[in-house]
């Protein structure tokens, strides 16, 4: 993002930190917005690579994506409170116990970060949601707009997606899935959660992309409008965002 489409946001009282998280109030001309609680899920972790290929580790690229992601929406001055369901390689926390976060927070969403592997041929964004959750299905939208990753899929690929819909439903192919059994998303339950599955690192030049500065900063922006759309949603005006 250049920062011809940055506006400077005046940073208004500060409510607080936790010990991993901002909780900075923004106002700016006399408008306020309500405080958002955002949960980070760094995918996998300690024994549990996730996917690998050469030299990614699903785990360790969730982990430094959460970290980048923090850092830029605390940077923004927005009225939130960013927390995480690890924040290290060493344990890798059991689904039940990142909804058990998610629940004990009263997280607004949680992003739940993690890459593709698939068919070497297949590639693009791919993000899951819960049918029936508040606010999910525009937020993973507005994250796969930002990330610009459309999938190409081969028959191969038209294989495994079949495959895949005899547990999912398919709303909008290519655009985003309703998730009814997929294991990291159903100990939400009503609680909003998103799985973004960020590229297939079993394509060459995809995991290259995504490895890339270009393809790190490309994530963190698409994740920080994906919460612009969340607090779109819930009634706030949309924030600009802070330089520096």
Not at 21 to 28: K, P
Not at 136 to 144: D, F, R, S
Not at 172 to 199: D, F, M, N, T, Y
């Amino acid at each position: 993002m250049s920062r011809a489409e940055v506006m400077v946001l005046q940073r208004g009282q500060n409510r607080g930190r936790g010990p991993h998280g901002s909780g900075d109030a923004a106002m700016s001309h006399g408008w306020h917005m309500r405080s958002l609680t955002i949960l980070l899920d760094e995918g996998h972790g300690n024994g549990d690579p996730g996917k690998t290929a050469g030299t990614f580790r699903e785990s360790v690229f969730a982990l430094q994506l959460g970290r980048r992601i923090d850092a830029a929406l605390i940077n923004t001055g927005w009225p939130l409170i960013v927390w995480h369901t690890r924040y290290d390689d060493s344990h890798d926390p059991s689904q039940h116990a990142r909804a058990d976060r998610a629940e004990g927070l009263k997280a607004d969403i949680t992003l739940s970060l993690h890459a593709n592997s698939s068919d070497p041929l297949e590639h693009g964004a791919l993000a899951f949601v819960l049918p029936g959750v508040p606010y999910v299905q525009e937020v993973a939208a507005a994250w796969l707009a930002a990330m610009d990753r459309p999938g190409e899929y081969t028959e191969e690929g038209t294989r495994l997606v079949k495959r895949m819909r005899s547990q999912i439903h398919a709303c909008k192919p290519g655009i985003w899935w309703q998730a009814r059994s997929l294991s990291v998303l159903q100990p939400h339950g009503s609680r909003p959660a998103i799985v973004l599955e960020h590229e297939h690192v079993s394509h060459v030049a995809s995991r290259d992309w995504l490895m890339s500065t270009e393809g790190v900063d490309r994530c963190v922006y698409a994740a920080l409008e994906a919460v612009r759309c969340l607090f779109d949603l819930v009634g706030n005006p949309q924030p600009p965002m802070c330089v520096g």
